[in-house]
T-cell receptor
Framework: AQKITQTQPGMFVQEKEAVTLDCTYD???????LFWYKQPSSGEMIFLIY??????QNATEGRYSLNFQKARKSANLVISASQLGDSAMYFC????????????FGSGTRLLVRP | DTGVSQNPRHKITKRGQNVTFRCDPI?????LYWYRQTLGQGPEFLTY????????KSRLLSDRFSAERPKGSFSTLEIQRTEQGDSAMYLC?????????????FGPGTRLTVL
C-alpha cells in the first residue's frame, strides 16, 4: 500500500523568506513519481513540481524546489522568497507507475505568509 | 489553451435526490480522473478513464455512483439517492498519458452540499 504523510497541519512564514514543507512517503514500488500541488481558497489544485524516483537531481521550478531524499523516503517542498500569494494549502502526492493510475495525496499543509 | 472545466461549480440538493456533474478535460487529453475531497483532507481517488474506457475504480465508488465518458471527451459523474455523507468537493483531472510525468491537471471542482 502507498501512503503520503504530511505532519505539518499549518505553517507560518515571513514574506520574502524561505519555507520548507515536509512530506514523507511509503511504497514498495521501485518506480514512482512525487508531485506537489497548491490549493488556494478557490479550490483548484495547481500543479507545482514533479520528482521521479529515478531522477538523479532534485527538481526545481522557479521559486519551488524539491528536496528529494530517497533513502529517507522524503520529498520536501522548498519555497524561496515567499510571497503573499503563496498562502494556500499544499498537498504532496505520489503515483506508483507500475501499479495504478491514481494519485495518493497527503492531508496537506496550510501555509500562511505574513507581510 | 483552456484548462479543465467543471459544471456546476456548486450544487445544493436534498437527501435522496440524484445529481450529475460534468467535466471537460484539456483538449486531446486522453486520460480523465475523478477525485473526492472532504473538508480538511487531501483528494481521494474515485475513478479513471482512458479514452472512453473506465479502467480503474475505487472502493469509495459505491453502487450509487456512476461515471461515464461516452465519446472519450467530457465525462459525467452521477450520484443517485444522495446522502449527507456525499457532501464534498468533487474534482476532475486530466492528463495526456505521454511524457515521463503524466501530470494530472485539475479543474476548479464541484462543491456538493446535501441537506
Amino acid at each position: 500500500a502507498q501512503k503520503i504523510t504530511q505532519t505539518q497541519p499549518g505553517m507560518f512564514v515571513q514574506e520574502k523568506e524561505a519555507v520548507t514543507l515536509d512530506c514523507t512517503y511509503d511504497t514498495s514500488d521501485p518506480s514512482y513519481g512525487l508531485f506537489w500541488y497548491k490549493q488556494p481558497s478557490s479550490g483548484e489544485m495547481i500543479f507545482l513540481i514533479y520528482q521521479g524516483s529515478y531522477d538523479q537531481q532534485n527538481a526545481t521550478e522557479g521559486r519551488y524546489s524539491l528536496n528529494f531524499q530517497k533513502a529517507r523516503k522524503s520529498a520536501n517542498l522548498v519555497i524561496s522568497a515567499s510571497q503573499l500569494g503563496d498562502s494556500a494549502m499544499y498537498f504532496c502526492a505520489m503515483r506508483a507507475w507500475d501499479s495504478s493510475y491514481k494519485l495518493i495525496f497527503g492531508s496537506g499543509t496550510r501555509l500562511l505568509v505574513r507581510p | 489553451d483552456t484548462g479543465v472545466s467543471q459544471n456546476p461549480r456548486h450544487k445544493i440538493t436534498k437527501r435522496g435526490q440524484n445529481v450529475t456533474f460534468r467535466c471537460d478535460p484539456i483538449s486531446e487529453h486522453n486520460r480523465l480522473y475523478w477525485y473526492r475531497q472532504t473538508l480538511g483532507q487531501g483528494p481521494e481517488f474515485l475513478t479513471y478513464f482512458q479514452n472512453e474506457a473506465q479502467l480503474e475504480k475505487s472502493r469509495l465508488l459505491s453502487d450509487r455512483f456512476s461515471a461515464e465518458r461516452p465519446k472519450g471527451s467530457f465525462s459525467t459523474l452521477e450520484i443517485q439517492r444522495t446522502e449527507q455523507g456525499d457532501s464534498a468537493m468533487y474534482l476532475c483531472a486530466s492528463s495526456s498519458g505521454g511524457g515521463s510525468t503524466d501530470t494530472q491537471y485539475f479543474g476548479p471542482g464541484t462543491r456538493l452540499t446535501v441537506l
